[in-house]
């Protein structure tokens, strides 16, 4: 038998339930992961409260996208995987549970540098942050505007960033601007007073700006300090991106990925977990809890203060 978290309506973080399940068994092109650490991503909790469109829950609905683990079986049609493989599982589903049946597609291997809590914190965070900025054109000696910077998306779109040459401005709270000055980004402190803080570090304004926070004043700021309005993105209020002139990547965005935008979302993990492994990226881990206690981590989330990621451990 296996445990997983499910629920059967949508609400608040009491209406996940910790449940013995059946064991899974892997289908053709499949392996079953032994799960290690399970990250928690906001969009988990989004799509729990029916604030990201989801369709009706007809069967038992399990949250979770990003994973690692150790193969413990191996379905028919796979080759290169065998048991006791340490792997990463990447934008897959249902990852809320002590093993998972996953398409070789999503699997990504685990560095032996890397924990399994580092490596269930990769996927979500390092896909969209890479996505987001190679979308935008972010290059070297651009400087580039990053909205909530000490979140997992954030800390990986400050790392990423400096990668590719760029120049990075990154708002936070004030405690966490040690944190930021780490990742090689210039912090200021959101809040009234946003734009001259930013203008005061860059007179001439920015290049592009990553909304990661959906706040008016992300927008505000952003549209008044970017020249080209199509340099700026949200990963959070794509229903109003249209609207407010600017790009989405998902967030609740009518307009679906491309092929390419999904290949570097993809790209992004192995690339991440090389670099994690040879000590050139960073993941922070904000608190590790037990699989049971995901309600406790939802609630956590979605006070929207977290630093770093949060990882559920079977």
Known sequence: ??????????????VLRYRE??????????VVVAVRAIGVNPIDAKVRRAFRPSGPITTPRRPGADASGVISAVGPD???????????????????????????ALL???????????????GIPAGTAHQALVSLGVSAGETVLVHAGAGAVGQAAIQLARRLGARVIATAS??????LR?????????????????????????DAALDLVGTEEAIAVSKELTRDPARIGTIVLGPQAAE??????????PIPLTPEELGLRADA??????????GRFDVEIAQVLPLAEAAEAHRLSETGHVRGKLVLVP
């Open 1 to 14: 038998m296996a445990f997983a978290i499910e629920y059967e309506e949508f609400g608040g973080p009491e």
């Open 21 to 30: 399940v059946p064991a899974v068994a892997a289908g053709p092109g499949e």
């Open 78 to 104: 796979v080759d290169g995987w065998r048991p006791g493989d340490e792997v990463i599982v990447a934008w897959g589903a249902r990852t809320y549970a002590s093993e998972v049946a996953v398409p070789v």
């Open 108 to 122: 990504t291997p685990k560095p032996a540098g890397i924990t399994f809590e580092q490596g269930a914190a990769l």
């Open 174 to 179: 004030e405690r966490n601007h040690d944190r």
């Open 182 to 206: 780490e990742l090689g980004a210039e912090p200021v402190t959101y809040g009234e007073g946003l734009a001259a803080r930013v203008r005061a570090l860059a007179p001439g304004g920015v």
């Open 244 to 253: 407010l002139g600017i790009r989405a990547w998902s967030g609740g965005s």
């Open 269 to 278: 993990v192995p690339l991440a977990a090389l670099l994690l492994a040879a």
